[in-house]
């Protein structure tokens, strides 16, 4: 079955923390991706990977394709990063584009 | 550019009642999507294309139909709605990009702002 878990579900931090969000998955994967759920309950995608890491201002992303593993940081941590973190992956047996989504984090950094 | 734009943002319906959810995109995507998002789980995918005049089931596609006549434009209908069918509804659409083995990969996704149903 392919399956996506994201770990924690909730995360509580002060703001300044360095924050690690973790993503696994059962089987090959083409691509991950990670979004942000604002409150207002808008979603941006934040990174898109399917090798490596990558770095878009104080977030970043890496990926370990032998473990089946990614992970999503945030360093110096703000109230405004306060939103739901989702992975999402497309498995190479899924046709279409398809893509299978984690539960989310909740993130939640205060002042 | 307005992006990935959804109408109604809110609805509220009676069981049986029929509707249609319109998202827009003004990015010459070729993909779209329509998710469902219900509290405790992930994003699940109703149905998707993958071109104009292509439509394909998703995970949970029963009781949901779609059309998608301009590239630019994917309707959701709800024929006879049901309270199972209480959600909040996103739209979303990314381009296609293909990996060094030819493989169709799905680019970033962009989405809507959700659309909000109640089905009483």
């Known amino acids: 079955k392919n399956e996506v878990e994201q770990s924690p579900q909730n995360l509580t931090a002060q703001e300044g923390e360095f924050i690690t969000i973790n993503c696994s998955y059962s089987v090959g994967i083409s691509a991950l991706h990670w979004l942000q759920q604002h409150p207002g309950g808008g979603i941006v995608s934040l990174f898109m990977?399917?090798?490596g890491k990558k770095k878009h201002g104080r977030l970043i992303a890496t990926i370990n394709i032998q473990e089946k593993h990614s992970s999503l940081h945030i360093t110096a941590s703000h109230p405004r990063d306060s939103a739901v973190y989702i992975c999402a992956v497309r498995f190479w047996e899924t046709s279409g584009s398809r893509l299978t989504f984690g539960e989310g984090t909740q993130l939640t950094v205060n002042p | 550019n307005a992006g990935v734009t959804q109408t109604p943002k809110f609805r509220v319906l009676k069981t049986g009642q029929s509707m249609t959810l319109l998202c827009a995109q003004d990015?010459?995507?070729?993909?779209m999507y329509w998710y469902r998002q219900d509290p405790g789980m992930g994003l699940r995918l109703i149905h998707y294309s993958v071109g104009e005049g292509t439509t394909a089931k998703g995970e949970v596609p029963d009781g949901y139909n779609v059309s998608r006549l301009k590239k630019q434009n994917f309707l959701l209908g709800l024929e006879s709605a049901a309270p199972s069918q209480t959600s909040v509804y996103f739209c979303a659409s990314s381009y296609s990009s293909f990996s060094g083995t030819g493989i169709p990969n799905t680019g970033e996704l962009f989405f809507g702002e959700g659309s909000r149903l109640t089905v009483l």
């Open positions: 990977l399917s090798s």
């Open positions: 990015m010459n995507h070729e993909y």
